[in-house]
């Protein structure tokens, strides 16, 4: 993070923050027993300034930001909040828990804010299932692949459709099981695979299948099923299709974590000539991925 964001304040010790992320990964056995991608490239990732930068433009996307009051659901290691506040000016809140790995995490966000003199609490030690805000006090509420890894996905959703305001926007990215892609690990899947068949297919490929048992294999189905509690009350305006399409056609995506790998099938997908057939194949049997539900609070 440059310097003169935050006032001349000199840069964290990003070298020892992605030291204490990288440990975490390997220990928990995610580094090598599930993805192949490096716990150095995996902790860089996280703490990367442009994928924060990103984030931000995606929100950007859906809403104007300039003064509205923005919670983050799963905040990892605090990159979004931080750089949302220090570069971009927002007024950008999140949570995360504190048990097990999360707790690494959630230190490296406590320096992180320590650090740029940012106030301890704008990260709050809480799931995303129990929100520690009152009714209508964000008007947006963003969250990036966190859905697939809490303990209930319901209760998340409805945790943040508690907290929206009127005329509020909820956008959640969430990896689709419902597609060929697998950025956990880092592979090519079976669109709507079941667990048991997950947990086989993963230990042919030599990786450790008890993390397939701490994933909530969403797919569009599923979070159609979590979004109807809300019918009458949440809009859903879009779920990502247009945004997988234009990624797909054009090969204008980041390569974060495995999306090099992505990047690659896309292009021998190019090469065969059947993209248009993929893609309408696609459309119909909802393999967008990641899913982007963007959802309207209705005013009362």
């Not at 000199?10 to 928990?28: E, M």
């Not at 959703?157 to 419902?178: H, M, S, T, W």
């Not at 690990?185 to 086989?200: F, S, T, V």
Request: glycine share 8%; proline share 6%.
């Amino acid at each position: 993070m440059a310097a003169e964001d935050a006032g001349l304040r000199p840069p964290p010790d990003w070298a020892d923050l992605a030291r204490r992320l990288a440990a975490v990964h390997v220990a928990t056995g995610f580094t090598g027993g599930v993805t192949r991608i490096p716990a150095d490239q995996v902790a860089r990732d996280m703490l990367s300034e442009a994928r924060a930068d990103e984030q931000v433009a995606e929100m950007r996307r859906i809403a104007d930001l300039r003064g509205k009051r923005i919670l983050e659901v799963g905040s990892g290691c605090g990159m979004l909040v931080v750089r949302g506040r220090v570069a971009h000016g927002l007024d950008l809140w999140g949570v995360e828990p504190s048990a097990g790995e999360y707790g690494a995490t959630l230190d490296v966000a406590r320096r992180l804010l320590d650090h740029y003199g940012l106030p301890q609490d704008a990260i709050a030690e809480a799931p995303g299932e129990a929100l520690p805000f009152p009714d209508a006090s964000f008007d947006v509420v963003y969250s990036s692949n966190v859905l697939e890894h809490v303990r209930d996905p319901q209760a998340v959703i409805d945790e943040a459709v508690r907290v929206l305001k009127p005329g509020g926007q909820l956008l959640f990215v969430v990896p689709n099981y419902g597609s060929w892609w697998e950025g956990h690990y880092g592979i090519l899947w079976l669109p709507r695979m079941p667990a048991w068949l997950a947990k086989a297919y993963v230990r042919l490929l030599g990786r450790d299948p008890a993390y397939v048992d701490t994933l909530n294999l969403v797919d569009r189905g599923r979070m159609e099923r979590w979004m109807a509690r809300h019918a009458g009350t949440m809009e859903v305006l879009d779920w990502g299709w247009d945004v997988f399409e234009q990624r797909l056609r054009t090969l204008a995506f980041s390569e974060w974590a495995a999306l090099a790998t992505v990047k690659r099938i896309a292009r021998l997908v190019h090469r065969s000539g059947l993209l248009e057939l993929v893609l309408r194949v696609g459309r119909r049997l909802h393999w967008e991925t990641p899913i982007i539900l963007h959802a309207r609070k209705r005013a009362p």
